[in-house]
């Protein structure tokens, strides 16, 4: 749906939108066997969020201006009408982008999470830069905005029960998959984080999987991956196979992995799994190795400010651009780890829900696992701290770049030439991180600076230090 239309629906009678949240209300459906999430913990911080976005609400009002839409691009003007998408890890950044975007344009959406992600807040003490509603309270204004139902299904997917009550229900055409712990370094804080990681992302995947199999066999996969699954080899990196001569034979091969945290290796057991699964069963899957987002404004997104996303700058969950872009506003040193000669793929969280729109618009085969790799851009650190630096400056902040010690065990200095051609091929058009975009989100984060816990900033986690011994507490805080 265009930005019009959804300001034409904002205006349409009340009684229309009590009717669109009164169906939003009847969609949301709370599973009572979530193991693993306390739900008093839940609550505790669902209501201190709403109190957040209510103190707040005013100021948000006077910034979240609706970007204009722009004319969608080759398939992803699609009518998504009759198309169930169930998305897994729908109340987390690229999750609820994702799932308004494809609700918007008709898909019928369900949202499926647990909540742990803003558990994780409160085990840690940390918060996001925006005030975000609880998912109920988003899902209900969604309806009241757009007029667009989505269903919410609160729950774990590691909860077998749960999960195939919630596939038996909804009946997806296709799942896409965000549900996974998805900090390198919570990963790496102490052992229980790093067991936690690994078994709430590939025994999820492996439930999803099975779910697909014996519930849903037609239904396509859509597994968010990692680009930091490759590594950093000194040689070209293939989306996701590679053709290989050895000893005068020939054969194409997954490309060679090489996770750096526990996080990363995570993704790699999921990778290996939907392999073997979508050859021994015949599901089909579409593994999407995404690299780091930034940004934070999506049409919809930016359309009410209960529908605001999480941003996240903290020295744990914060990755490296929207962390920089938050330091510049606040007058800290950009935080450049060792060399600064790390090179990652990096892409715009406007582009994070075409790509899926765009999986999701041209399926994989049965049988057939395709992997495309979802990023835009290359920039090392250095060249990022560079581009936030110019163009902080021009808006007046007084912006340094400073090299702190390496907390990860990491090249900091070394060849990175990633391929992302197929997305491209299916119509992606990507946002590039020109000037304006820096600009935009800058202005951003200094629209939202005094809600900056400066002793959030500072990396917490050391590779080199991950024990046994738990840390619940004190790891979001600089040792
Ligand atoms: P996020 O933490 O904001 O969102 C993940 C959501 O999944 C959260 O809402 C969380 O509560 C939910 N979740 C986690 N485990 C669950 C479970 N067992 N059952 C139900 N819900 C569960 O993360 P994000 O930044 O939106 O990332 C989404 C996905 O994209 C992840 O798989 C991540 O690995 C991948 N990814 C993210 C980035 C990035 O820069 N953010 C880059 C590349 C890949
Ligand atoms: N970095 C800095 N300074 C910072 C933060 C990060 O120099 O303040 C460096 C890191 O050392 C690393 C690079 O920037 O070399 C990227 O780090 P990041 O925190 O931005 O990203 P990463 O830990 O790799 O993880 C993020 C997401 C993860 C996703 C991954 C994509 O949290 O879910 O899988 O990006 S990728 O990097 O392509 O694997």
Same mark, same amino acid.
């Given at each position: 749906?265009?930005?019009?239309?959804?300001?034409?629906?904002?205006?349409?009678?009340?009684?229309? #939108?009590?009717?669109?949240?009164?169906? &939003?209300? +009847?969609? $949301?459906?709370? !599973?009572? %066997?979530? /193991?693993?999430?306390?739900? *008093?913990?839940?609550?505790?911080?669902?209501?201190?969020?709403?109190?957040?976005?209510? #103190?707040?609400?005013?100021?948000?009002? &006077?910034? +979240?201006? $609706?970007?204009? !839409?722009? %004319?969608? /691009?080759?398939?992803?003007? *699609?009518?998504?009408?009759?198309?169930?998408?169930?998305?897994?890890?729908?109340?987390?950044?690229?999750?609820?982008?994702?799932?308004?975007?494809?609700?918007?344009?008709?898909?019928?959406?369900?949202?499926?999470?647990?909540?742990?992600?803003?558990?994780?807040?409160?085990?840690?003490?940390?918060?996001?830069?925006?005030?975000?509603?609880?998912?109920?309270?988003?899902?209900?204004?969604?309806?009241?905005?757009?007029?667009?139902?989505?269903?919410?299904?609160?729950?774990?997917?590691?909860?077998?029960?749960?999960?195939?009550?919630?596939?038996?229900?909804?009946?997806?055409?296709?799942?896409?998959?965000?549900?996974?712990?998805?900090?390198?370094?919570?990963?790496?804080?102490?052992?229980?984080?790093?067991?936690?990681?690994?078994?709430?992302?590939?025994?999820?995947?492996?439930?999803?999987?099975?779910?697909?199999?014996?519930?849903?066999?037609?239904?396509?996969?859509?597994?968010?991956?990692?680009?930091?699954?490759?590594?950093?080899?000194?040689?070209?990196?293939?989306?996701?196979?590679?053709?290989?001569?050895?000893?005068?034979?020939?054969?194409?091969?997954?490309?060679?992995?090489?996770?750096?945290?526990?996080?990363?290796?995570?993704?790699?057991?999921?990778?290996?799994?939907?392999?073997?699964?979508?050859?021994?069963?015949?599901?089909?899957?579409?593994?999407?190795?995404?690299?780091?987002?930034?940004?934070?404004?999506?049409?919809?997104?930016?359309?009410?400010?209960?529908?605001?996303?999480?941003?996240?700058?903290?020295?744990?969950?914060?990755?490296?651009?929207?962390?920089?872009?938050?330091?510049?506003?606040?007058?800290?040193?950009?935080?450049?780890?060792?060399?600064?000669?790390?090179?990652?793929?990096?892409?715009?969280?406007?582009?994070?829900?075409?790509?899926?729109?765009?999986?999701?618009?041209?399926?994989?085969?049965?049988?057939?696992?395709?992997?495309?790799?979802?990023?835009?851009?290359?920039?090392?650190?250095?060249?990022?701290?560079?581009?936030?630096?110019?163009?902080?400056?021009?808006?007046?902040?007084?912006?340094?770049?400073?090299?702190?010690?390496?907390?990860?065990?990491?090249?900091?200095?070394?060849?990175?030439?990633?391929?992302?051609?197929?997305?491209?091929?299916?119509?992606?058009?990507?946002?590039?991180?020109?000037?304006?975009?820096?600009?935009?989100?800058?202005?951003?984060?200094?629209?939202?600076?005094?809600?900056?816990?400066?002793?959030?900033?500072?990396?917490?986690?050391?590779?080199?230090?991950?024990?046994?011994?738990?840390?619940?507490?004190?790891?979001?805080?600089?040792?």
């Amino acid at each position: 749906m265009q930005c019009s239309t959804m300001q034409q629906q904002k205006l349409a009678g009340r009684r229309e #939108a009590k009717a669109a949240a009164q169906k &939003a209300c +009847a969609g $949301v459906r709370v !599973a009572g %066997a979530s /193991a693993r999430v306390p739900v *008093s913990t839940v609550r505790q911080a669902t209501s201190s969020v709403r109190a957040a976005s209510r #103190a707040t609400s005013v100021k948000v009002q &006077a910034t +979240a201006t $609706v970007e204009k !839409a722009t %004319a969608p /691009a080759g398939s992803l003007s *699609s009518n998504g009408a009759g198309t169930r998408v169930m998305i897994i890890g729908g109340d987390g950044y690229c999750g609820w982008a994702t799932a308004l975007h494809l609700s918007a344009r008709g898909y019928e959406v369900c949202i499926v999470d647990n909540l742990c992600r803003r558990q994780f807040d409160l085990q840690l003490g940390l918060d996001t830069l925006t005030p975000i509603a609880t998912i109920h309270d988003r899902v209900r204004r969604w309806g009241e905005v757009s007029g667009k139902h989505i269903s919410l299904q609160i729950g774990d997917i590691c909860d077998w029960e749960f999960l195939s009550q919630a596939f038996t229900s909804f009946k997806p055409n296709h799942v896409v998959h965000f549900g996974e712990q998805r900090s390198a370094p919570y990963s790496m804080i102490d052992r229980q984080k790093a067991v936690f990681t690994q078994h709430n992302n590939v025994i999820g995947t492996i439930n999803v999987l099975f779910a697909i199999k014996e519930l849903q066999p037609d239904c396509h996969m859509v597994k968010l991956g990692t680009m930091g699954e490759y590594g950093t080899p000194n040689i070209d990196i293939e989306e996701g196979y590679i053709t290989i001569n050895h000893n005068g034979r020939t054969d194409t091969l997954p490309y060679p992995k090489q996770g750096n945290s526990f996080y990363h290796l995570s993704k790699i057991h999921d990778s290996t799994n939907m392999l073997f699964t979508c050859k021994a069963w015949k599901i089909a899957a579409t593994d999407l190795n995404q690299g780091v987002v930034y940004g934070v404004r999506t049409d919809e997104t930016m359309a009410d400010p209960l529908l605001l996303n999480r941003y996240d700058y903290d020295g744990i969950f914060g990755t490296a651009l929207n962390r920089f872009v938050v330091q510049a506003a606040v007058g800290h040193p950009l935080t450049v780890y060792g060399k600064g000669g790390q090179t990652r793929g990096f892409l715009d969280i406007r582009d994070t829900v075409r790509c899926i729109q765009l999986a999701i618009d041209n399926p994989a085969p049965k049988g057939e696992m395709r992997v495309y790799n979802q990023f835009t851009e290359q920039f090392s650190v250095n060249q990022l701290a560079e581009i936030v630096e110019r163009e902080g400056k021009k808006l007046g902040l007084n912006v340094e770049v400073t090299k702190v010690p390496n907390p990860r065990v990491e090249l900091e200095e070394h060849y990175y030439n990633a391929k992302c051609t197929k997305l491209r091929d299916l119509g992606l058009q990507p946002h590039l991180l020109a000037d304006s975009m820096i600009d935009s989100l800058l202005e951003f984060a200094v629209t939202y600076k005094d809600r900056v816990r400066h002793e959030l900033i500072k990396p917490a986690v050391d590779w080199r230090k991950t024990g046994v011994k738990v840390n619940t507490m004190g790891a979001a805080v600089a040792r």
